[in-house]
C-alpha cells in the first residue's frame, strides 16, 4: 500500500500541471498515477509525430462512438492521449485561448471565483509555461494564399490566434518549444520530477476510488497485472479526461443509479450527471486538388523527406517542426454575432486516401492536395457516455448526439458554405485544380447537409461529461470542482467545463488545472 496526501488520476494535460503544483510549496506529498507510459519517445516529442500517435494503442486509448444516426449512422473515431502528457502528448499543438464568452458561462457555474476577473491570474500562470509559439516564418507558403484569400472574403488578419478573444484569420500559434513538442509534461511535470515528495506511476490504470463512509480514500490500480492499493490522506484528485474519469466514478458507483445498477455496481453515490452533458466540437473538411505543390509532395518524395528531416536536425524547423494545422482563425459565418462562431483551419497537406488506421503524415496523398477545414465553435448538441460493464477493461459506450439541434445543423452548413466562399476568391481560385470533396455536385443546403452527414467528424475536444455547476441533481461538481456528495474528491480536468470553449480545449484545460492548484491550495475564493 502507498500512502500519500494526495493522489492524481491522470498524468494528462491538467494531472501534470496539478503535480507540479501541489508538490511546490513542499508541504504535501504527491502520488501520480497514469495509466500509460512515459512520453519519451520520438514520434511524441517530434511535432510531426502527431501522425504516428493517432491510431497508436500503445499511447492511445482509440475510444470509437456508437453509430450516429445524424452522421449517416457511423461509428466515430475518438483517440486520447494515454501517456505522460495525455492528449496533450498526441494533439495537434494548435494553441488558442478561444472567446470570452466561455466565461460568462464559466462565472454562471462556478460563481464570481470564476469570473474573467477571477480566472485571468490563472490564465497567465498557464501562457508562461506554455505560450503558443509563433511559426509563422516557418509554414508553408500556401497558409499566406489562404490568408489573403480570407481578406479577400472580407475577414480581418488576426497577428495572434493564441490571445483570448482572436478575431480573424492568420497563423496558428503552436504548443512547442525549440522545435519539439511543450506538452504539460515537459513543461509541468518534467522540473518537478527532481522532487522528493512527488511520486509518479506510469503504466498504472486506475480501476476504483474507494470510500469510507462519504470519504474517498483509496485508489485501486492495476501494474504489470498486479492489483495494488494507494491511499490518499488528503484528497484523489480525478484528471482522467472527458472519457475516463465520468468512467471511472461510474465503476466506483457514483454516477445515474440505473447505469450503475444495470452493471451490477453498488451505487455509493447517486449523480445524474456523471457522463451526461458530452459537448464536442464537429467539423467539415474540404479538399483540393492543386495546382501547386503543397507538402504531400513534400512527404511524398525521398528528396522531400531528406531536405525536412535535414532542416529539422540542423535547425529544428521545417515541417516536421509544426502542426499540420498551420494556419485558420475565428470569424463570423453570418452578420450581427458579437463574436466569432466559426473556426477555420487550412491544412497544406492532405492524407485522405490513406488507409483507414494508418494516418501516417509522411505519406500523403499521391497527389498536391489541400484542405480548409469549419467548426462552428459552440454547439448545442449534448450526448453521454457511460460504462457497459463492471470492467475497467472495457471502454465505455459515448455517444455524441451530433446535430441533435437545429443550431448545430444550421451553423454546419454556414461553415460549409464559408469555406465555398473562400475557395471563390481570386488568390485561392488560382492555385485549386479542383475541389475534391465535396465536389461541384453538391449545391443545395440539403445536399451540404448530407455530405456532412456523410463525412464531418470530431476534431477530439469532448468535454462537459463532469460538469461544474450549481445543482447536484444534473451537474457533477461543485464551483471547488469536488464531486457533489462526496468529501476529498475532486476533479479537475476538461470535462468540468460547463459548456464546450469555442476552440482547441488544450489551453483552457490548462487554465482549468491552474485554477483547480489554487483552489486545492486554499489561495483563492471558489465561490
Ligand atoms: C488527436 C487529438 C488532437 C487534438 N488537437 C488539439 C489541438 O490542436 N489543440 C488543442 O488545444 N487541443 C487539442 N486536442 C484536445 C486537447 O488535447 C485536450 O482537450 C486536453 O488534452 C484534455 O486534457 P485532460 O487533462 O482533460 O485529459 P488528457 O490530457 O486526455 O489526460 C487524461 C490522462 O489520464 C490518463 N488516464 C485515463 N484514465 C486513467 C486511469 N483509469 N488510470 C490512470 N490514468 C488514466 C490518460 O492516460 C491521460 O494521460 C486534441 C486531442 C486529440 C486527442
Redesign the pocket.
Known amino acids: 500500500m502507498i500512502e500519500s496526501d494526495f493522489i492524481i488520476?491522470?498524468?494528462?494535460?491538467?494531472?501534470?500541471?496539478l503535480a507540479d503544483r501541489l508538490t511546490a510549496c513542499g508541504k504535501f506529498t504527491v502520488l501520480l498515477?497514469?495509466?500509460?507510459p512515459s512520453d519519451q519517445r520520438l514520434h511524441i516529442q517530434l511535432p510531426i509525430g502527431?501522425g504516428m500517435?493517432?491510431f497508436n494503442p500503445a499511447v492511445?486509448?482509440m475510444y470509437r462512438t456508437e453509430p450516429e444516426p445524424a452522421l449517416a449512422n457511423r461509428s466515430g473515431y475518438?483517440?486520447?492521449?494515454?501517456?505522460?502528457?495525455?492528449?496533450?502528448?498526441?494533439?495537434?499543438?494548435?494553441?488558442?485561448q478561444g472567446q470570452p464568452v466561455e466565461w460568462t458561462d464559466l462565472a454562471e457555474a462556478g460563481g464570481s471565483g470564476w469570473s474573467f476577473e477571477a480566472l485571468s491570474a490563472a490564465m497567465n500562470r498557464a501562457r508562461e509555461r506554455i505560450e503558443g509559439a509563433d511559426v509563422s516564418q516557418d509554414t508553408h507558403p500556401l497558409c499566406s494564399t489562404f490568408i489573403t484569400a480570407a481578406q479577400e472574403a472580407g475577414f480581418g488578419n488576426e497577428a495572434d490566434l493564441s490571445k483570448l478573444g482572436a478575431d480573424g484569420v492568420g497563423h496558428?500559434r503552436?504548443?512547442t518549444r525549440n522545435g519539439l513538442r511543450l506538452?504539460?509534461a515537459r513543461a509541468y511535470l518534467r522540473p518537478a520530477l527532481k522532487r522528493p515528495n512527488l511520486a509518479v506511476e506510469v503504466e498504472?490504470?486506475?480501476?476504483r476510488i474507494v470510500l469510507e463512509g462519504r470519504q474517498a480514500r483509496e485508489?485501486h490500480?492495476i501494474k504489470a497485472g498486479t492489483a495494488m492499493i494507494a491511499r490518499a490522506r488528503r484528497e484523489v484528485i480525478l484528471?482522467?479526461?472527458?472519457?475516463?474519469?465520468p468512467?471511472?466514478l461510474q465503476l466506483s458507483g457514483i454516477g445515474p443509479a440505473a447505469t450503475l445498477k444495470s452493471n451490477g455496481i453498488e451505487v455509493l453515490c447517486d449523480r445524474h450527471g456523471v457522463g451526461r452533458n458530452l459537448q464536442d466540437h464537429l467539423c467539415i473538411d474540404h479538399l483540393y486538388r492543386s495546382r501547386v505543390p503543397t507538402l504531400n509532395q513534400q512527404f511524398g518524395s525521398i528528396t522531400g523527406k531528406i531536405a525536412a528531416g535535414l532542416r529539422y536536425i540542423l535547425l529544428r524547423k521545417g515541417p516536421l517542426a509544426l502542426?499540420v494545422?498551420q494556419a485558420g482563425g475565428f470569424v463570423r459565418s453570418r452578420s450581427g454575432l458579437a463574436a466569432p462562431n466559426m473556426q477555420l483551419y487550412f491544412s497544406p497537406l492532405s492524407y485522405t486516401r490513406t488507409a483507414p488506421g494508418t494516418r501516417t503524415l509522411m505519406r500523403p496523398d499521391a497527389f498536391p492536395g489541400f484542405m480548409l477545414s469549419a467548426q462552428p465553435c459552440r454547439p448545442t448538441s449534448r450526448g453521454f457516455l457511460e460504462i457497459t460493464s463492471a470492467d475497467?477493461a472495457m471502454p465505455p459506450r459515448i455517444v455524441p448526439n451530433a446535430l441533435a439541434t437545429q443550431h448545430d445543423i444550421a451553423e454546419m452548413i454556414e461553415g460549409a458554405r464559408l469555406l465555398r466562399q473562400l475557395a471563390a476568391t481570386s488568390s485561392l481560385r488560382d492555385v485549386i485544380e479542383e475541389e475534391l470533396q465535396p465536389g461541384s455536385a453538391v449545391q443545395s443546403d440539403d445536399e451540404m447537409l448530407e455530405d456532412i452527414r456523410q463525412r464531418a467528424s470530431t476534431?477530439?475536444?469532448?468535454?462537459s461529461t463532469c460538469r461544474m455547476g450549481r445543482s447536484p441533481d444534473t451537474d457533477v461538481v461543485d464551483s471547488s470542482l469536488r464531486v457533489y456528495g462526496v468529501d476529498g474528491l475532486r476533479v479537475?480536468?476538461?470535462?468540468i467545463f460547463p459548456s464546450i470553449p469555442s476552440?482547441?480545449?488544450?489551453?483552457?484545460?490548462?487554465m482549468?488545472?491552474e485554477k483547480g492548484a489554487e483552489i486545492i491550495l486554499g489561495k483563492s475564493r471558489s465561490q
Open positions: 488520476v491522470g498524468g494528462g494535460t491538467a494531472g501534470c500541471v498515477l497514469e495509466a500509460g502527431y500517435s493517432f492511445n486509448w475518438w483517440p486520447r492521449g494515454k501517456v505522460l502528457g495525455g492528449s496533450g502528448s498526441i494533439n495537434a499543438m494548435v494553441h488558442v496558428f503552436i504548443a506538452s504539460s498504472a490504470h486506475a480501476t485508489v490500480f484528471c482522467a479526461g472527458s472519457i475516463n474519469s468512467k471511472l502542426s494545422n475497467p476534431v477530439y475536444h469532448p468535454v479537475v480536468d476538461a470535462s476552440g482547441n480545449t488544450n489551453a483552457p484545460t490548462l482549468v488545472a
